[in-house]
Nanobody, 121 residues
Framework: QVQLVESGGGLVQAGGSLRLSCAAS????????MGWYRQAPGKQRELVAV???????NYADSVKGRFTISRDNAKNAVYLQMNSLKPEDTAVYYC???????????????WGQGTQVTVSS
């Protein structure tokens, strides 16, 4: 069984910074892409940033230049450094990983439980 556990959310003033962390644990053979998504009240979940196993990254236009995604393959972890935060960044942030539990299993999609980020104006 695989678990993704996020940490680092909280309340911050506009212009401030937060760093989210997510660690995958359990039966893991390999991890492909890892990413961060967010869902604000009344809105659909949206992609924030994604990083491939090779380190290529992609960002939502709304966070480019402010957020940085990184990963530590040795720790099965992904991070999101969020700078210059705005009130519109307020949402529940979810960690996502596409991974294989064993050499013969197919790639599956896993999600963390979410961590709240609130940016006050």
């Amino acid at each position: 069984q695989v678990q993704l556990v996020e940490s680092g959310g909280g309340l911050v003033q506009a212009g401030g910074s937060l760093r989210l962390s997510c660690a995958a644990s359990g039966s893991i053979f390999s991890i492909n892409a890892m990413g961060w998504y967010r869902q604000a009240p009344g809105k659909q979940r949206e992609l924030v940033a994604v990083i491939t196993g090779g380190g290529s990254t992609n960002y939502a236009d709304s966070v480019k230049g402010r957020f940085t995604i990184s990963r530590d393959n040795a720790k099965n972890a992904v991070y999101l450094q969020m700078n210059s935060l705005k009130p519109e960044d307020t949402a529940v942030y979810y960690c996502n990983a596409d991974l294989r539990g064993s050499a013969w299993s197919r790639i599956r999609d896993y999600w963390g439980q979410g961590t709240q980020v609130t940016v006050s104006s």
